[in-house]
């Protein structure tokens, strides 16, 4: 029904920048919101940003807030998270995630998506 692939992720130095890209082949009429999350190792997943389906609802997580914005573009069924001043601390696999249960507003909850992408690992070097 739904596959998602990320892609943009890779080595950076402290204070520098990334901008991720996920690819989304959907296949259903359905509108759905979308989200990234990250797993650094021996983390729970982390709730980075999320977007509803129209692009008017966004939440960003505490901890990458005014660092990063998300958008997407569903004509072309993409998901971009741009980066900024990025940490050593930012390391982490960085999963793109889609939930067809609600489309107004993102969760922030890492259950409430029934669809990821395999991942794609950002390293911020010091």
């Known amino acids: 029904q739904v596959q998602l692939l990320e892609s943009g992720g890779g080595v950076v130095q402290a204070g520098g920048s990334l901008r991720l890209s996920c690819v989304a082949d959907v296949r259903t009429s359905s509108y759905y919101s979308m989200a990234w999350f990250r797993q650094a190792q021996e983390n729970e997943r982390e709730f980075i940003a999320g977007?509803?389906?129209?692009?008017?609802?966004?939440h960003y997580g505490d901890s990458v807030k005014d660092r990063v914005t998300i958008t997407r573009d569903n004509a072309k069924k993409t998901l971009s998270l741009q980066m900024n001043s990025l940490r050593p601390e930012d390391t982490a696999v960085y999963y793109c995630?889609?939930?067809?249960?609600?489309?107004?507003?993102?969760?922030?909850?890492?259950?409430?998506?029934?669809?990821w992408g395999r991942g794609t690992q950002v390293t911020v070097s010091s």
């Open positions: 977007i509803s389906w129209r692009g008017n609802a966004i």
């Open positions: 995630a889609a939930d067809f249960s609600r489309w107004d507003l993102p969760a922030r909850r890492d259950d409430e998506y029934g669809y």
